[in-house]
């Protein structure tokens, strides 16, 4: 079975701790796997792994292939031999329960500089080439447009000079002879992310842990996969975006979400086997064994708004390319292992669809049982209503921690029915709903670090249609995950056979 009777921890690497500012790929990323061994867990999740953008967003990136050089880890560049101890000793006393996203770029870049001029004083390394090489059908551009970027103070490409913005052949020759230096540095950083990323999944992997990627469904205006690729979004003659990706208004929002992406040209990405796409889940499957994908409804329809839009209540549902894509995937990469975001308002229509594009694959959905409590017996996320392909979650990046709902977010209603239906006092929230994702019938059941700890409004990871801190700051403390919880969460892991 792809997905047997298992459970795990959604935990983004940002939020491991360490003394650099900022999780990142070292000893923490290890002996959090350790944390989940000894807790006989399956899987790691966590949210997308790419270079932010605006607000911080891992779901507002510059690249749907690379990777955040903020994740590499400065010491194992002094084991590597990029970097000496002393480059380290000059850290500042960067808070250890948050990310203060501006100090710590400024500083990991400055420490990835000296590394960069280290290797460079090296001379050639054949596994940093042999990597450039295997990665150049996404590793030129992004090296590239990276480097325009710095150029440009970063401002976005539609910004740049028109040369530039429209890709004229002339142009980016003279800018990759211009900043070939910039360039180079650029892809040596995604080489070193590669290394690191891929010696904690192995790590993982020999203990029977699997790491759940998340794959976003539409990517960032600004972004390499953008600039490279403007014909397969929908732009105007100026290179604009006509119309915008959002939500109506739903649970989350009166006013829906506006996300701002450019929308896909669908018709275009058929025409070559939807070969963007192909190669996108064969990034991604190489650094992860799952991929949860982000508001998977949307390849069966989505809300198209207006560019330009205050917000998005004002919009039209759209269909995607359906199980077309899906179909063009499996056929090059083989069965996919992958889980679909599919919360949100549907009508009956979009619900059968996009049932329907699940079954067809194999991709079971998502239940948050924190979402359950309020419109009685036959709520879907009441765990009695579940069926086995599921992923039941006490709760994901985007809503309340279980003891944040419980204190500041839920009604009093939902309260009350929640301790009912538990049958606890609410004294013990979070772990309630632990017990109650794992007991459920559901094939998969996931908790979040801050749910294991019992951590309350205050370590929310995002508050969505909400920009800037403290989305997407949230840290775990040094020790903070020990053997006691390792040893409760395993209680319940054997009690309701999810156990390797």
Not at 171 to 180: D, E, N, Q
Request: include cysteine.
């Amino acid at each position: 079975m792809k997905f047997p009777r298992r459970s795990g921890v959604l935990l983004h690497p940002t939020s491991l701790p360490g003394r650099f500012g900022i999780g990142d790929l070292g000893d923490a990323a290890y002996r959090f796997v350790d944390f989940l061994t000894a807790a006989r867990q399956s899987y790691w999740q966590m949210l997308p792994l790419s270079p932010t953008g605006y607000g911080d967003s891992p779901y507002q990136t510059l690249s749907a292939f690379a990777g955040n050089p903020m994740l590499i880890s400065p010491e194992k560049l002094v084991e590597s031999g990029y970097l000496s101890e002393g480059d380290l000793g000059d850290a500042p006393n960067f808070p250890n329960d948050s990310v203060d996203f501006g100090p710590v770029i400024r500083y990991k870049t400055a420490l990835l500089d000296r590394a960069f001029a280290n290797f460079r004083a090296r001379g050639a390394v054949a596994a940093f080439a042999q990597f450039c090489d295997e990665q150049a059908f996404w590793l030129d551009d992004f090296a590239l447009f990276m480097a325009l970027k710095e150029a440009h103070a970063l401002r976005p490409w539609h910004e740049w000079e028109r040369e530039l913005a429209t890709r004229q052949k002339r142009a980016l020759t003279r800018a990759r002879k211009s900043l070939a230096d910039e360039i180079e540095k650029q892809k040596y950083w995604q080489w070193l992310f590669a290394e690191q990323w891929l010696a904690v999944k192995r790590y993982a992997n020999a203990r029977g842990i699997r790491l759940i990627g998340d794959i976003p469904i539409f990517v960032s205006d600004d972004s390499a996969d953008v600039w490279a690729n403007t014909h397969l979004f929908n732009f105007d003659a100026d290179l604009r975006p006509t119309v915008v990706s959002g939500v109506p208004p739903d649970y989350f929002s009166k006013l829906g979400q506006l996300w701002g992406h450019p929308l896909y040209r669908w018709k275009e990405m058929a025409k070559d086997g939807y070969a963007w796409w192909i190669a996108r889940f064969r990034a991604a499957f190489a650094y992860a064994d799952v991929a949860r994908i982000d508001h998977f409804r949307g390849f069966y329809n989505y809300w198209e708004v207006p560019a330009g839009a205050p917000n998005a209540v004002k919009g039209r549902w759209r269909r995607g390319p359906g199980a077309d894509l899906f179909r063009a995937v499996a056929g090059a990469l083989g069965e996919l292992t992958i889980i679909a975001e599919d919360l949100g308002d549907f009508d009956a229509e979009s619900r059968a669809g996009v049932d329907a594009l699940q079954a067809e694959f194999g991709f079971p959905g998502m239940k948050v049982v924190q979402f359950g409590f309020s419109s009685g017996p036959s709520d879907p996320f009441l765990p009695h209503n579940f069926t086995r392909d599921f992923v039941a979650y006490t709760g994901t990046h985007d809503n309340d921690t279980a003891v944040g709902w419980y204190q500041v977010s839920s009604t009093e209603g939902e309260r009350d029915y929640a301790r009912k239906y538990m049958r606890c006092d609410g004294s013990d929230i979070a772990w309630d709903l632990i017990r109650l994702a794992w007991s459920s019938v559901a094939q998969t059941a996931m908790t979040t670090a801050q749910d294991l700890l019992a951590l309350g409004h205050a370590a929310r990871m995002n508050m969505p249609s909400t920009v800037g801190p403290p989305n997407w700051c949230w840290r775990v403390l040094p020790g903070a995950l020990n053997d006691a919880i390792a040893a409760r969460l395993l209680e319940l892991t054997a009690i309701y056979g999810r156990t390797p």
